[in-house]
């Protein structure tokens, strides 16, 4: 792997709490959205990080729907909720 930095890397949670939700727009979630899906679509197609991808996408769809944002839910999952 010529970055081994990337094992260690994890989400920041930009979404910690409700109130972290009301500096977002909507078109800035959705472009967060589409950016997070971009980035866990070429981590799928690495051997490296094809594990990590599988296990953020598993995490995210855990509640199966995105009714409401729960604080224990990924940041994916939150911005979808909205």
Known sequence: MLTPF???????KVIRRHSDL?????????????????ALSVLSQQPNTRSFA???GTQTMS????DRVRMVHNDLANMMAI
Do not use: A, C, Q
Not at 24 to 31: G, M
């Open 63 to 66: 509640y199966g729907t995105f």
């Open 6 to 12: 990337l094992k260690y890397v994890s989400e920041g």
């Open 22 to 38: 009301e500096r977002f727009t909507f078109p800035e979630v959705t472009e967060r959205i589409y950016l997070s899906l971009l």
């Open 54 to 56: 599988h296990n953020y």
